[in-house]
C-alpha cells in the first residue's frame, strides 16, 4: 500500500481575510494566528482586540498644567508664562517688563517676577495707587510730613514740597498771605512809579511737560471798555524759557516755550501795565515755578 505525501496547509491571512473587524487599531498577521497592536497614546485592552486612550498627565510630562486629550496630551502654562516654542512641554516665564507695551505697563518701574510683574515708585515722594500701576504724590503738605516752619506755608510738587515765606518790601503792606498793597505815597517821589500790588503764586510742573504751554494768566480783576494792558517778563527769565503774549486788550499770558532739561527752581517776574482812562497802573507777579522730575 502506497503513502499519499502529506498535506500542506496555507496559512490563513486573518488580517486581511476580516479588515477592521478582528482589531481596534492595527492588525499584524502571525503564524496561524495574528496580533493586535495600538497606536502611539493608546494601550491594548484587556481582551486583546481594544485600544484604549493612554492618559499621558498620570506621568506628569509638563512643566506646569497637562490636559489629556484622545490619543494625545496638551501642556498648559498659568498666567504669567508661555510655552517653549523648543519642547512644547516647559513653560517660560513671561518677561512682561520687556514686552514692547512694557513701558506702559507701569508709570514708573517696571520689576519681572517669574510668572509675574510688580510696579515701583520713586523712593519718596510717591506712593503706589490702589491699581498697582501708577505712582501718586504724596501731599506732604496735606499729611502734615514737612518740615516747614510756623512762619513758612507748604507748598506741594510733584514728589516733594517746599516751604515759602515772604516779606512785603519797603512801602507795601500785606493785605493777604500771599499779596502785599502799596502804601500811601506821600512826598516820596519813587512811590508813584511803583506797582500797586504785588502777588506772589506757585506753580509747578514736571520737566515733560508738552510745549508751547500756558502756565500763567494774568489780567485785571475787572475790565472797563477802553482798556489795554502790557505784559513783560522784568526777571527770572535768562534763559529764555518762558515768553508773554497778549490774549486780548485787557489780559494775557505766561507761556513755556522750550523745555526745562533737568528739575529745578525759577522765580520770575511778570508786570503788567494797565491803561485805563489816560493812567497807568502797574501790578507785579512773583512766579515760584517748581520744575519736578519727570515721572
Partial sequence: MALSPPLSVADINECRRYPGRLCGHKCE??????????SVGFRLAADGRSCEDVNECHSSP???????VYGSYQCY???????????GVTCEDIDECALPTGGHICSYRCINFP???????????????PNGRNCQDIDECVTGIHNCSINET????QGSFR???FECPEN?????????ELLPCHENQECPKLPLRITYYHLSFPTNIHVPAVVFRMGPSSSVPGDSMQLAITSGNEEGFFTTRKVNPHS?????????????????????????HGTVSSFVAKLFIFVSAEL
Wanted: net charge positive.
Fill in 172 to 180: 507795601y503792606r500785606r493785605s493777604a498771605d500771599t499779596r502785599c
Fill in 163 to 165: 516751604c515759602l515765606a
Fill in 115 to 129: 510668572g509675574s510683574f510688580q510696579c515701583s515708585c520713586p523712593s519718596s515722594g510717591y506712593r503706589l495707587a
Fill in 62 to 68: 509638563c512643566s506646569q498644567e497637562c490636559a489629556n
Fill in 29 to 38: 498577521n502571525t503564524l496561524g494566528s495574528y496580533h493586535c497592536s495600538c
Fill in 154 to 157: 507748604c507748598f506741594n510738587i
Fill in 252 to 276: 494775557g499770558v505766561v507761556a513755556l516755550t522750550k523745555p526745562v532739561p533737568e528739575p529745578r527752581d525759577l522765580l520770575l517776574t511778570v508786570k503788567m501795565d494797565l491803561y485805563r
Fill in 77 to 87: 502654562c498659568r498666567r504669567g508664562y508661555q510655552l517653549s516654542d523648543v519642547d
